[in-house]
């Protein structure tokens, strides 16, 4: 496939890090369509999540399947778009990057205990605080190889939007991006 035009960004990070945030910041910013990844969880995905219980690779495998349809799709029609999954795994990134080679991750970065306050003040959220732990344990970050940035989330929404954006541009300019 050829890669896409416009941006295809994947905004990952751990529950609570703000991806629908700044996801939805960013897709406003750049005129693209905006899709969250809690929005493909088939039914029974959600209600183990608000059990309390992490999902496990057989759970997640439909999930991804249809987060990578919905790319591809956006590859074909040259539109772009912004999606927020949590991407913790690099092969769960690497079954959304066939897609699209050209797809970028905006990993939101912050430490556990800020990420736990943020989750503490959540309301309405299926997915519960005592999972955080469990998520932290899955992250793999950013490998060297793979296309994106790691932006800290220790800062205001607008800030980390514009350090996301700023990622965007010196990544469309062929830049090297830091993952640290």
């Not at 040259?78 to 080679?101: M, T």
Request: charged fraction near 30%; aromatic fraction near 4%; include cysteine.
């Amino acid at each position: 496939m050829k890669p896409a035009a416009r941006p295809l960004v994947v905004v990952m990070g751990v529950s609570g890090s703000g991806k629908s945030t700044i996801g939805e910041r960013l897709a406003a910013r750049l005129g693209l369509p905006f899709e969250d990844a809690d929005d493909f969880h088939p039914p029974e995905n959600v209600r183990k999540m608000s059990a309390g219980q992490p999902l496990d690779d057989a759970d997640r495998a439909p999930w991804l399947a249809a987060m990578a349809d919905w790319l591809s799709e956006r590859v074909r029609s040259d539109e772009g778009a912004v999606l927020v999954c949590s991407a913790l795994k690099q092969r769960y990134r690497d079954r959304l990057r066939r897609a699209s080679p050209a797809l970028f991750f905006l990993h939101l970065d912050g430490s556990e205990e800020l990420i736990a306050e943020r989750l503490r003040g959540r309301k309405g959220h299926f997915m519960p605080a005592s999972l955080l732990r469990s998520q932290f344990e899955a992250l793999e970050r950013l490998q060297e190889d793979e296309r994106g940035a790691a932006v800290p989330v220790d800062g205001t929404p607008e800030e980390t939007e514009e350090a996301a954006a700023a990622a965007l541009k010196r990544a469309g300019s062929g830049q090297h991006q830091s993952h640290d």
